[in-house]
């Protein structure tokens, strides 16, 4: 029997102890440590079976490791406890200073529940201290935090008595050690995961990194990275062979730039309006030889490592092809392909953005006000001026008109008119200085008789050269346009009555000269009518105008006087 009396018993437990947990010490897994922990109990503790129950992430505790019985670890090794069923056993029995012995006497009623265990026969005890097979004797084990980490639990000691006050404190003293052991093989365990998976991520990362390195080089459109924020915002880092023969400039000379410098004037706004994460602009961007190309820009934004610097990353895409077949569309859309010139519907588009719905008849208190706003910039409007002659009266609108900041004014700074220069016309065909747009009716007297006699190709080739010789003749800024047939119309703003009859006549004196066509000399000959644009009325009833006025000349002239051809 153990007692206090037998010091050779302590001093032989002790250097077991002693060797049993540097033995934990050495394993280097936590697997080889749990397996220690048993095997050290089997073999310095002086009990035939032991097991260790893990503490899982989930709370439930699993047989980590069996020793003492084949047959028993091939059973239950690997099978799990539920936390609740453990914290019940740890409730239950004698408390032996931080040990738990459940008694055969009280352990029945665990025999059913789902606590991996196994049963060994034997006689029932002839003494008291005897141990029963059905005796259970735990040992907890602690983290330093002072949770669960797992419960030690030992059978059939070998001497076959329960163990005396000694052996409970060296099986108590075991279990802190093995409870240190356990965590310390933990830690390292994942250390071992940590630095595995660092390591793992390092060359994820190199891979990647050179993944983008490759497909940033050698990618066939032009990528940039670019500073984002502070005072080198914008700022070429880093560009790609494409983007540098695109642009016919080298790295180095790139490195110096930002895309504000090198964007076209007419698209710095496009560029200022792009935002960083995720925009998209098209813009022109200069090149070397001074010529601009159109490129699509994409951006997005990188960084080096989270809450590191970012950068502006640019993928820069050549759509000059693709501008110039937009821009060919355009041009055929809306000019005529025989002269080049404006169309009927470009035409109209460029009358219609000159004129608002105001009626040009307006109160004289309103037109200071505009004045005023415009600080003298105002359109010259002069009340009552052509009202009667297109039949539009300021009493036609269901609401007085509005003029921007005009003091006094009901409404002011309210409709469609703010920030409009108006449109105005004279108020009689003679001139009393008031400028406005112009709008020059062309019909050619003739072009029917020589279709007719030399057919079309020559025909066309009168029309062609018709369309040049108006063209050399108004300003630039002014807009010649064919509105099909033999009709052309003429847009020249800022003039006042005598100069639209001067222009008049210079263009009907540009046309009559002799065409020469196939070796061939044929003669048109022009009328003019003269119409002023004015807000207040559409475009159609603008040109309607100049057609009308138009016919009124040519009806005044003999038909001698307009023969041509």
């Known amino acids: 029997m153990e007692t206090e009396s037998e010091p050779y018993v302590r001093l032989a437990t002790l250097r077991q102890l002693h060797q049993v947990v540097a033995e934990l010490n050495t394993a280097r897994s936590l697997a080889d440590t749990l397996q220690t922990v048993v095997d050290g109990i089997v073999v310095?503790?002086?009990?035939?079976?032991?097991?260790?129950?893990?503490?899982?992430?989930?709370?439930?505790?699993?047989?980590?490791?069996?020793?003492?019985?084949?047959?028993?670890?091939?059973?239950?090794?690997?099978?799990v406890g539920s936390r609740s069923s453990w914290e019940r056993r740890l409730t239950m029995g004698e408390n032996w200073d931080g040990l738990r012995f459940i008694p055969h006497t009280e352990g029945w009623v665990l025999l059913e529940d789902d606590v991996p265990q196994w049963h060994t026969d034997g006689p029932d005890p002839r003494f008291e201290d005897e141990w029963h097979p059905e005796d259970r004797l735990y040992a907890p084990m602690y983290a330093s935090g002072g949770e669960l980490l797992g419960v030690i639990s030992v059978d059939r000691p070998r001497n076959g008595r329960r163990p005396g006050a000694w052996g409970r404190e060296a099986l108590q003293m075991y279990a802190f050690q093995a409870a240190i052991a356990i965590s310390n093989a933990r830690l390292r365990a994942n250390m071992q995961r940590a630095?595995?998976?660092?390591?793992?991520?390092?060359q994820a990362l190199r891979a990647s990194e050179e993944s983008f390195r490759q497909a940033f080089e050698y990618a066939p459109s032009g990528m940039a990275i670019a500073e984002m924020g502070g005072d080198q915002h914008g700022r070429l880092l880093r560009t790609n062979d494409a983007l540098c023969r695109l642009l016919g400039r080298p790295a180095s000379v790139l490195r110096r730039y930002s895309f504000s410098?090198?964007?076209?004037?007419?698209?710095?706004?496009t560029l200022l309006r792009t935002s960083a994460e995720g925009g998209r602009a098209e813009l022109r961007l200069g090149r070397r030889d001074g010529t601009y190309v159109w490129v699509s820009l994409r951006n997005s934004v990188v960084a080096d490592a989270a809450d590191g610097p970012r950068f502006l990353l640019t993928h820069v895409e050549d759509i000059e092809e693709r501008k110039r077949h937009e821009l060919q569309l355009a041009?055929?859309?809306?000019?005529?392909?025989?002269?080049?010139?404006?169309?009927?519907?470009e035409?109209?588009?460029?009358?219609?953005?000159?004129?608002?719905?105001?009626?040009?008849?307006?109160?004289?208190?309103a037109v200071e006000a505009l004045d005023a706003a415009y600080e003298g910039q105002g359109a010259g409007v002069e009340a009552g001026g052509g009202a009667g002659e297109?039949?539009?009266?300021?009493?036609?609108?269901?609401?007085?008109?509005?003029?921007?900041?005009?003091?006094?004014?009901?409404?002011?700074?309210?409709?469609?008119?703010?920030?409009?220069?108006?449109?105005?016309?004279?108020?009689?065909?003679?001139?009393?200085?008031?400028?406005?747009?112009?709008?020059?009716?062309?019909?050619?007297?003739?072009?029917?008789s020589i279709n007719d006699r030399f057919g079309h190709h020559t025909g066309d080739a009168v029309l062609i050269e018709v369309a040049r010789r108006l063209t050399t003749c108004v300003r630039d800024g002014d807009t010649v346009a064919r509105l099909g047939g033999d009709e052309f119309v003429v847009l020249a703003d800022g003039l006042g009555a005598a100069d639209a009859a001067d222009l008049a006549v210079r263009l009907r004196n540009a046309i009559i000269p002799p065409i020469r066509v196939d070796g061939r000399a044929v003669r048109v000959g022009a009328s003019f009518g003269i119409g002023w644009a004015s807000c207040g009325?559409?475009?159609d009833e603008v040109l309607r105008s100049a057609d009308q006025r138009m016919y009124i000349e040519k009806r005044s002239r003999s038909k001698a006087h307009r023969r041509a051809g």
Not at 261 to 269: Q, R
Not at 347 to 365: D, E, F, K, M, Y
Not at 409 to 435: M, N, Q
């Open 44 to 79: 310095g503790l002086g009990y035939e079976l032991a097991c260790v129950n893990l503490v899982r992430p989930d709370g439930d505790l699993v047989v980590a490791a069996f020793a003492g019985d084949p047959a028993a670890e091939a059973l239950i090794t690997g099978r």
């Open 261 to 269: 410098d090198l964007v076209h004037p007419e698209d710095i706004g």
């Open 331 to 345: 041009h055929r859309a809306s000019h005529d392909s025989l002269t080049g010139l404006p169309n009927s519907a």
């Open 195 to 202: 630095l595995v998976r660092l390591e793992r991520e390092q």
């Open 537 to 539: 009325m559409s475009a």
């Open 347 to 365: 035409l109209r588009s460029r009358l219609g953005a000159r004129l608002c719905r105001r009626p040009q008849s307006v109160r004289a208190t």
């Open 390 to 448: 297109h039949g539009f009266h300021a009493d036609a609108f269901p609401e007085p008109f509005e003029f921007p900041g005009a003091p006094g004014v009901p409404g002011a700074g309210v409709g469609p008119y703010d920030h409009h220069v108006h449109t105005v016309a004279p108020a009689t065909d003679i001139d009393d200085g008031t400028k406005g747009l112009a709008v020059l009716f062309c019909d050619l007297d003739g072009f029917k």
